[in-house]
């Protein structure tokens, strides 16, 4: 079982950033699909942006042009930059990964992530 690891999370006011890392116990080049998600208090947990082996990424419709998610194989770890935050993106934020198309999905504990306005 893969273990993912997220940090970064905390508290920021409105307009303002934070990133977020992920770092797996085994080498990022071996996942298909590296991804963040997010779940709000009362609704379902959502996919926030995702990217595969190739770096092609793909965002939610509210995180784009305001976030960047990227992997980084030399530093084994995937990022996500969140720009001009707002109060909805308040959410525990999960790391998720996938070896291949058909392997199940693992997920990291989960870095919470607040905005005030």
């Known amino acids: 079982q893969v273990q993912l690891v997220e940090s970064g999370g905390g508290v920021v006011q409105a307009g303002g950033s934070l990133r977020l890392s992920c770092v797996p116990s085994d080498k990022i080049p071996d996942f298909y699909v590296m991804a963040w998600y997010r779940q709000a208090p009362g609704k379902q947990r959502e996919l926030v942006a995702s990217?595969?082996?190739?770096?092609?990424?793909n965002y939610a419709e509210s995180a784009k042009g305001r976030f960047t998610i990227t992997r980084d194989n030399a530093k084994n770890a995937l990022n996500l930059q969140m720009n001009r935050l707002k109060p909805e993106d308040t959410a525990v934020y999960y790391c998720?990964?996938?070896?291949?198309?058909?392997?199940?999905?693992?997920w990291g504990q989960g870095t919470q992530v607040t905005v005030s306005s």
């Open positions: 990217i595969t082996s190739d770096f092609t990424p």
């Open positions: 998720y990964a996938k070896r291949t198309v058909i392997s199940p999905a693992s």
